[in-house]
Every structure is written in C-alpha cells, then in structure tokens.
C-alpha cells in the first residue's frame, strides 16, 4: 500500500495561504515589469510624493503615527475621495479603507478586486481583501506596522462644516467599536480636516482632469440639446447624454439629474417615462469625470419656443452669473460671491434656491461652499478667502418669488491668480432646440 500523501494527511496549504502565495509572486511581478498594468488614467508618482509628503508634515504637527481612512461608494463614489487621494484607488462602486502610516509602506483593503488594483494603478502595492472582518483585516496591518500603541487618525469620523450630510461622518460604528476592542492600547481621535485641508488647493494635474471633465460635460450639453425633440421620451433623451459622457471616457457612475415639462424649477429628479412635447423645458446637472475628477455644467433648454417667464428669468439669471463670476477672485470670500450673485436676482424681485458655488474635486460636492439660507448652520465663515488653485461648481440658479419656476445655469471654474475660468467652451445661452 503507497504511503498517504499530503492531502490525505490533511497537510495541504489553505486557501488564504494559496492566495497569500499568489498575491506575494503577483506584486514581485508588478515590480519587476512582467506583469503589464491596465491603462487607466494615472496621476504621476510626483504627485503621489507631494500629497504624501504633505500629509505626513499634518500628521507629524498632530503627533498622529497612522491614519485610517473609511471609504465608501456612496453618493456616485464621492465618498471614495479621501482614500482615492492617498492611493489613486477608488471609483467603478469601490469601497474599502486606507492604513496611511507616518513612515513605511502604504496599505489598501478592499472588497475583492486586490489583484486588480494592484494593476490599475501605480502608487501602492500592498492591496488586500478586507473582508469578512474590515477590523481585524485593519488591526492586524496596524500590528505588523508595529502602531499598535501610538496615536491613530480615524478619517470618515465627519467633514468640515458638516456639507453633504457628512457632519457625523460615515466611519461604521461596528468597524470603530472593533478597533478599539482589537488595539486597546491604541489612541484614536477625528482627522478628516487633514485630508480635507489638502484637497482645498489643486495641483496642475488635478486641473488637467477637471479640465479633460469639461471637455465631457460640453459633449454631453450637445448630445441633449441634439436628442430633446417632441415626442423622444424624457429617458431616451437621457441615455443619450450618459453615452456621450463614457463614450469620451467617463467614469461609471456619473451624476446626471434632470427634471423636464412646462413647470420646472430644479433639477432634482430623473427621466420619466414620457415622450417630451413642444414647450418643455429641460434643466440638469450634468457631471462626468475623469481621473476621478468632476466636471459640473447646469445647462437649461426647452423643445421648442418655451414660455416667455423662462427666457426673463434667464436673462436676470446671465446677469447674476456674470457679476458673482467678477467676484469669484483670490482674497474675497465666499460670502462676496454669493452677494455678487443675488443682487441683480433679488433686484428684479426674484429668489433663489440653493448654494451658487461649491468645492469640486474627487467629491461632488466637496467643501467649501455657499450658504443655505434654510440652514443658517451651514454658512461659512467669512474669514475663508478664495485662493489659486481652487475648484468649484458654480451653479447660479434663480426662481420666481413663489418658487414655482426656476431655471440654474452652471459651469466648472478653477481660480487663478487674477480671477476665475470657467473650463468649459460652450456659449452661455437658454438653448432652444
């Protein structure tokens, strides 16, 4: 009789240690050039030193040894944005976390998809698979870090000002109560205002993916204004204008919300099931992105002649755009915008219903922003100042006294030295199609 072997000893690796294996043998290939990387758009290795290098001057000035960053895909991957800033992995519904040490190496956990990112990108390499347990998955890194002990940064604990609904943060309350169960010794406070604070300015890189965004938005404003005709259903119209966005290069999801007929005020809605008739005006927001990077056009047009009330409050709408555009300059705040803007509207006796200009970057929205005049919590402190390099979604909007109709007009805009730009080429106009 043959002696038994290994497998039916019971002496065969397991399933984590095959995988373990495979990933170790993957990654030496990744470094050393035989395995190919997908051609994804990559941000540069000297970016990822400036944010790091960044980051970790905050982290030292807090006496934080680590960072823990939550991510999620809620709300089209915005909430990606901190760990997609630190690694370049997010986006396509991904979730996971970030373990950002001082010193050494940088660790990725995500759902499944470890080989995969290891590919798409080139500014980690220890990705892994956190599930079944994110908290002992991010404990047991922490351990091998040798941070057991030392003063951790939790990120998703709440943002700045509270804007998106994040003032309570999204860190899951399973995930903390765990870690603190896991690493006893371990100190662990809020830090998003570390990765928030970064992400206010945008390198040049940065402005290139907003810009390569607005290239889309453009795209997509042209794709409507050619689909809306009587008779095309509102959801047809609608899917025409999501092509054209991935078909230049998109991520998957964008945003795009909608609101179509002889009534309309805000785009808060999606396309129904209902064929477009002559007179129905079409208002939107519009947003791809590229890299990660939002673009954010508000664009209204009608099928056909709309009703006169429209093309009125366009015109005191073009000029409120105009006058906060002016003010939109380094050294004036927020609030000097916003004042810019509602002048001519109030002026000529109508109102207005949400912020005119908020944060634009791997979030939508992103801090800072406007007031919100039904939630005086939210308005920022006047003390903040436009600087260089900041993004925004500058999204005028006007609406009758009653706020019954209304009509927004918005662009994406990048601040310079002498004032803002807006990124995208189109004329701006109320498009009669």
Same mark, same amino acid.
């Given at each position: 009789? @043959?002696?038994?072997? #290994?497998?039916?000893?019971?002496?065969y690796?397991?399933?984590?240690?095959k995988?373990?294996?495979?990933?170790?043998?993957?990654?030496?290939?990744?470094?050393?050039?035989?395995?190919?990387?997908?051609?994804?758009?990559?941000l540069?290795?000297?970016?990822?030193?400036?944010?790091?290098?960044?980051?970790?001057?905050?982290?030292?000035?807090?006496g934080?040894?680590?960072?823990i960053?939550?991510?999620? &895909?809620?709300?089209?991957?915005?909430?990606m944005?901190?760990?997609?800033?630190?690694?370049?992995?997010?986006?396509?519904?991904?979730?996971?976390?970030?373990?950002?040490?001082?010193q050494g190496?940088?660790?990725?956990f995500i759902v499944?998809l &470890?080989?995969w990112?290891?590919?798409?990108?080139?500014w980690?390499?220890?990705?892994?698979?956190?599930?079944?347990?994110? #908290?002992?998955s991010l404990?047991?890194?922490v351990?091998?870090k040798?941070?057991?002990?030392r003063?951790?940064?939790?990120?998703?604990?709440? @943002?700045?000002?509270?804007?998106?609904?994040?003032?309570?943060?999204? /860190?899951?309350?399973?995930?903390?109560?765990?870690?603190h169960?896991?690493?006893?010794?371990?100190t662990?406070?809020?830090?998003?205002?570390?990765?928030e604070?970064?992400?206010?300015?945008?390198?040049?890189?940065?402005?290139?993916?907003?810009?390569k965004?607005?290239?889309?938005?453009d795209?997509?404003?042209?794709?409507?204004?050619?689909?809306?005709?009587?008779?095309?259903?509102?959801?047809?119209?609608?899917?025409?204008?999501?092509?054209?966005?991935?078909?230049?290069? #998109?991520? *998957?999801?964008?945003?795009?919300?909608?609101?179509a007929?002889?009534?309309?005020? *805000?785009? !808060?809605?999606?396309p129904?099931?209902?064929?477009l008739?002559?007179?129905?005006?079409?208002?939107?927001?519009? #947003?791809?992105?590229?890299?990660?990077?939002?673009? *954010?056009?508000?664009?209204?047009?009608?099928?056909?002649?709309?009703?006169?009330?429209?093309?009125?409050?366009?015109?005191?709408?073009?000029?409120?755009? *105009?006058?906060?555009?002016?003010?939109?300059?380094?050294?004036n705040?927020?609030?000097?915008?916003?004042?810019?803007?509602?002048?001519?509207?109030?002026k000529? !006796?109508?109102?207005?219903?949400?912020?005119?200009?908020?944060?634009?970057?791997?979030?939508l929205?992103e801090?800072?922003?406007?007031?919100?005049?039904?939630?005086?919590?939210?308005?920022?402190?006047d003390?903040?100042r436009?600087?260089?390099?900041?993004?925004?979604?500058?999204?005028?909007?006007?609406?009758? @006294?009653?706020?019954?109709?209304?009509?927004?007009l918005?662009?994406?805009?990048?601040?310079?030295?002498?004032g803002?730009?807006r990124?995208?080429?189109r004329?701006?106009e /109320?498009?009669?199609?």
């Amino acid at each position: 009789m @043959s002696e038994q072997n #290994s497998y039916e000893k019971g002496e065969y690796p397991s399933l984590k240690e095959k995988r373990d294996a495979f990933r170790n043998q993957y990654v030496q290939a990744l470094i050393s050039g035989e395995e190919k990387r997908y051609q994804m758009p990559q941000l540069s290795l000297q970016e990822r030193e400036r944010r790091w290098n960044s980051v970790r001057q905050k982290m030292a000035q807090r006496g934080l040894d680590c960072l823990i960053v939550h991510g999620d &895909s809620g709300k089209y991957d915005s909430m990606m944005a901190n760990i997609r800033y630190l690694t370049h992995i997010g986006g396509h519904g991904e979730e996971g976390y970030g373990v950002f040490p001082l010193q050494g190496e940088v660790t990725v956990f995500i759902v499944y998809l &470890s080989i995969w990112w290891m590919t798409a990108q080139n500014w980690v390499t220890d990705v892994r698979t956190g599930p079944p347990s994110w #908290s002992k998955s991010l404990a047991t890194c922490v351990q091998e870090k040798g941070l057991e002990s030392r003063k951790i940064g939790l990120v998703g604990m709440g @943002s700045m000002q509270g804007y998106g609904g994040l003032s309570e943060g999204r /860190f899951p309350l399973g995930v903390y109560n765990r870690l603190h169960e896991l690493l006893p010794h371990a100190t662990f406070v809020p830090a998003d205002d570390i990765l928030e604070e970064m992400r206010l300015i945008k390198s040049a890189e940065e402005i290139s993916c907003h810009e390569k965004a607005a290239v889309m938005g453009d795209a997509a404003v042209r794709a409507m204004a050619t689909a809306a005709k009587p008779g095309i259903k509102e959801y047809q119209v609608y899917s025409r204008v999501i092509e054209s966005m991935m078909d230049l290069g #998109s991520e *998957h999801p964008v945003m795009f919300h909608w609101e179509a007929g002889s009534r309309v005020h *805000h785009a !808060g809605k999606f396309p129904a099931w209902r064929a477009l008739e002559p007179g129905d005006v079409i208002v939107n927001e519009i #947003s791809p992105r590229y890299c990660g990077y939002w673009a *954010h056009p508000h664009q209204p047009m009608s099928v056909g002649k709309p009703a006169p009330i429209y093309l009125e409050l366009f015109k005191v709408l073009l000029e409120g755009f *105009h006058a906060g555009f002016e003010a939109m300059k380094p050294g004036n705040s927020l609030q000097d915008v916003d004042r810019a803007y509602m002048g001519p509207i109030l002026k000529n !006796g109508y109102d207005f219903l949400h912020p005119c200009i908020h944060g634009l970057g791997l979030a939508l929205p992103e801090f800072p922003f406007t007031r919100m005049h039904d939630l005086p919590e939210l308005v920022p402190d006047d003390e903040m100042r436009i600087q260089p390099g900041m993004v925004f979604a500058y999204e005028p909007m006007i609406c009758t @006294s009653d706020q019954r109709i209304g009509i927004p007009l918005g662009d994406t805009v990048v601040i310079e030295e002498k004032g803002a730009r807006r990124l995208s080429t189109r004329q701006l106009e /109320f498009i009669i199609a």
